[in-house]
T-cell receptor
Framework: AQKITQTQPGMFVQEKEAVTLDCTYDTSDPSYGLFWYKQPSSGEMIFLIYQGSYDQQNATEGRYSLNFQKARKSANLVISASQLGDSAMYFCAMRETPDSNYQLIWGAGTKLIIKP | EAQVTQNPRYLITVTGKKLTVTCSQNMNHEYMSWYRQDPGLGLRQIYYSMNVEVTDKGDVPEGYKVSRKEKRNFPLILESPSPNQTSLYFC???????????????FGDGTRLSIL
């Protein structure tokens, strides 16, 4: 079974609109972390935001916020006021307990295209 | 500047010719990892290392070797490359202990390998 599911293979969004990228995860471990990364067409992998399973507040980093719904096992990325430079692949990833091998388990990604 | 440096960025080679992709990080991170990225499959872990002289297999280790003789370096070795190893490869590093579980992995810029 997929541990990380990103149901949107691709999205088109008008510039300046807000964007929500979906991510659902599957784990029975009470301690885990969720990460979002951005991969522009140039190929590098850029860390955006982190949410820990015990964090009380939803994580925010500038225009990025994470809509964390623990009971639903979802960790959607919200990008406010989208910009042309936001066009990229976006990956959701999960790391389970600290005693694990620190492996990140990745979703298949969502390709976001911002239209001018 | 904190970074993970991979070399080469691009390589086209032939089946069976041994090659090494180097990876070096300057953040004193304990944890280092190699991933390969293939379309529609997200990132899959090849090998990882929790510290010097400590390495272990990830999800897709067949055909690869690694070593960790120094904390900063984690080379990926393809002893006898084959066309199914054509892929985009990433090296990543992070802290491993203490707050390591919540720390993002820092990625190199990627190495595009084509095995003919």
């Amino acid at each position: 079974a997929q541990k990380i599911t990103q149901t949107q293979p691709g999205m088109f969004v008008q510039e300046k609109e807000a964007v929500t990228l979906d991510c659902t995860y599957d784990t029975s471990d009470p301690s885990y972390g969720l990460f979002w990364y951005k991969q522009p067409s140039s190929g590098e992998m850029i860390f955006l935001i982190y949410q820990g399973s015990y964090d009380q507040q939803n994580a925010t980093e500038g225009r990025y916020s994470l809509n964390f719904q623990k009971a639903r096992k979802s960790a959607n990325l919200v990008i406010s006021a989208s910009q042309l430079g936001d066009s990229a692949m976006y990956f959701c990833a999960m790391r389970e307990t600290p005693d694990s091998n620190y492996q990140l388990i990745w979703g298949a990604g969502t390709k976001l295209i911002i239209k001018p | 500047e904190a970074q993970v440096t991979q070399n080469p960025r691009y390589l086209i080679t032939v089946t069976g010719k041994k090659l090494t992709v180097t990876c070096s990080q300057n953040m004193n991170h304990e944890y280092m990892s190699w991933y390969r990225q293939d379309p529609g499959l997200g990132l899959r872990q090849i090998y990882y290392s929790m510290n010097v002289e400590v390495t272990d297999k990830g999800d897709v280790p067949e055909g690869y070797k690694v070593s960790r003789k120094e904390k900063r370096n984690f080379p990926l070795i393809l002893e006898s490359p084959s066309p199914n190893q054509t892929s985009l490869y990433f090296c990543a590093s992070s802290r491993a202990y203490g707050q390591g579980a919540s720390q993002p992995q820092h990625f190199g810029d990627g190495t595009r390998l084509s095995i003919l």
